[in-house]
């Protein structure tokens, strides 16, 4: 793979500081070692240049040589696809860690999504509408809790489908939703304990705040 | 490809039936006239057999060969990446379908299975609850509406990234949520015009009305 080149926003406000999503891609990059470049594009005046990039105006985008693609996911997939430290490379293995990716947005992160921003919205808790939040999230949770108490990692040996699964629960362990779902805080634990997710972690909040003097902060 | 198996549930309640996503893969199987069988799963009874091919519990999945695969998405994406009639199969335009499968799932059906439940389940809409799901949607389709308004389909033809996008935005319109978003419906009309979607269609609500007498409905 050669010219890799990451998109990201300038500068965010200091609350989603650690949780961009571009930490998924800087994330999966570290671990398959490969070389690629950061650049930023404006939190502030998301226009046509972006939007050719990413349609929704949001963040991150990877470009590789001449393709550039968006969504997290499909950025993960297509860095999994090429190289076997993030993807199992039988077809068996391939397939196993393209459904955990899915699931991992698909079946867990839309019910975390809902829950998590209620959580950081603070909205009130007493309403039809959080007991079915809550009770979708939970009901994952459950059938998630003996998938991970039976495995190191979803498909064999550690993937893509684990860098994403792993940072859809660190923000539900965030606001402390895993206390009954201890192999899910473990795999959490264990998944943000590898040096590619700190060095991708330490690099996206110095990007951030390398931008905070521009702006008076 | 040799001895496809989409599994379903045996039954469901009449509400869900034309929305279950056994609908997602029979439409694709039906656009590539690939030949399949439909097995089912007990709705009631959610043991052993069924979390070992689907973890959470949902359906479908799919059995391709000695290869199970569960979550929509996967299953698009397995046979997309096998047929030329569901995704296109130069780089750039695999990479194209695949970030669009993501988007569909991701960007959009993340704003909208939110906004459909509370609909479905009647919530109160006087809440800061409801405006944030409220708004989420509206951004995304507010995006996505230009997209939809300059091209026939996604990714340069009709691919698995359409099926998706196609079944998340038509339950937004059965609840009239495209009312805003002209370019949105007409793609939905547009999509579930195709022979494919009308026998996928047919199919399910016949699957699951041959349960009901068994059911004493």
Redesign the interface.
């Known amino acids: 793979m050669a010219d890799l080149t990451l998109t990201t926003y300038d500068w965010v406000p200091p609350p989603p500081r650690g949780y961009v999503r571009d930490l998924r891609v800087r994330w999966a990059l570290e671990e398959a070692a490969l070389p690629y470049r950061v650049v930023s594009t404006p939190f502030n005046d998301r226009g046509p240049a972006h939007?050719a990039h990413q349609?929704?105006?949001?963040v991150p985008w990877l470009t590789d040589g001449?393709?550039s693609?968006?969504?997290?996911?499909?950025i993960l997939?297509?860095l999994g696809q090429r190289n076997p430290e993030l993807m199992p490379s039988d077809?068996?293995g391939r397939?196993e860690a393209?459904?955990w990716?899915?699931?991992a947005?698909?079946?867990v992160?839309?019910a975390s999504?809902?829950w998590t921003?209620?959580k950081f919205?603070k909205?009130?808790t007493d309403?039809?509408?959080?007991k079915?939040?809550d009770d979708f999230l939970k009901l994952?949770l459950k059938?998630?809790e003996p998938?991970l108490a039976a495995r190191e990692w979803l498909a064999g040996s550690f993937s893509v489908a684990d860098i994403l699964m792993a940072d859809v629960l660190r923000v539900v362990d965030g606001f402390d939703g895993l206390a009954d779902s201890l192999a899910c805080r473990a795999y959490v634990a264990r998944a943000t304990s590898r040096p590619a997710f700190a060095k991708a972690h330490a690099d996206q909040m110095a990007h951030f705040a390398a931008a905070d003097p521009a702006r008076g902060m």
């Open positions: 939007l349609p929704f105006g949001q001449d393709i693609i968006f969504e997290s996911g499909a997939l297509h077809p068996r397939s393209a459904e990716v899915f699931a947005l698909n079946s992160e839309m999504l809902p921003m209620s919205m909205h009130p309403t039809a509408a959080w079915f939040v994952r059938h998630l998938v």
